[in-house]
């Protein structure tokens, strides 16, 4: 058990057995292409809600979600771009913008694409995003790190993540 965070954490085995090749959390990080199980461990460390950092984490998720832009339907646009918005406005601590809002968009803009199965995994960063304010956002990326089956989606993902923590997030008792 060379990463006992990960235990602690609760995170999933097989993000555990990863990891455990890798001497350090940091150098798998680095080469990470499971964005699902980046933005989790993002998730259980971000902070209170409200908090810079877990406004933060809603930014960065909004960032992923846009990934779904080219899928979004014409007719569906603008109620994703208006969580979008919203999320955006709220991570990067806009003060006329609250959780309840962010909450309002993304069910708006999921209701909007659960039609077509297609989209519906990658729009579910949308959701992630509004709800990662909330202490249930591990169970929120976990639910769409299981749906998501495109590689090259959570990749993306894992690389918009290290955009923004190029150091591997850790709780603050555990020297972050």
């Known amino acids: ?6 235990h602690t954490l609760g995170a999933c085995s097989d993000a555990i057995s990863w990891a455990e090749t890798f001497d350090t959390l940091q150098a798998a990080w ?14 259980r ?21 846009r990934l779904a832009w ?4 014409e007719q569906d646009r603008p109620v994703v771009q208006a969580c979008y918005d919203a999320c955006e406005a709220y991570g990067l601590g806009d003060p ?5 809002d962010v909450r309002r968009a993304a069910r708006a803009a999921v209701a909007a694409v659960a039609a077509w199965a297609a989209v519906a995994a990658v729009a579910a960063w949308a959701a992630v995003a509004a709800w990662a304010a909330d202490a249930a956002v591990a169970a929120e990326a976990a639910a769409w790190g299981a749906v998501a089956a495109e590689a090259a989606v959570l990749k993306q993902c894992a690389d918009i993540l290290r955009k923004h923590y190029p150091i591997v997030p850790l709780p603050q008792e555990a020297g972050q």
């Open 70 to 73: 080219p899928h979004v339907r």
């Open 30 to 43: 680095d080469v990470c292409e499971r964005g699902d199980w980046m933005f989790w461990l993002v998730g």
């Open 1 to 6: 058990m060379r990463h006992e965070i990960l």
């Open 45 to 65: 460390v971000s902070g209170p809600v409200g908090s810079a950092s877990r406004r933060k984490c809603v930014l960065v998720a909004t960032k992923c979600a």
């Open 96 to 100: 006329t913008v609250f959780l309840d």
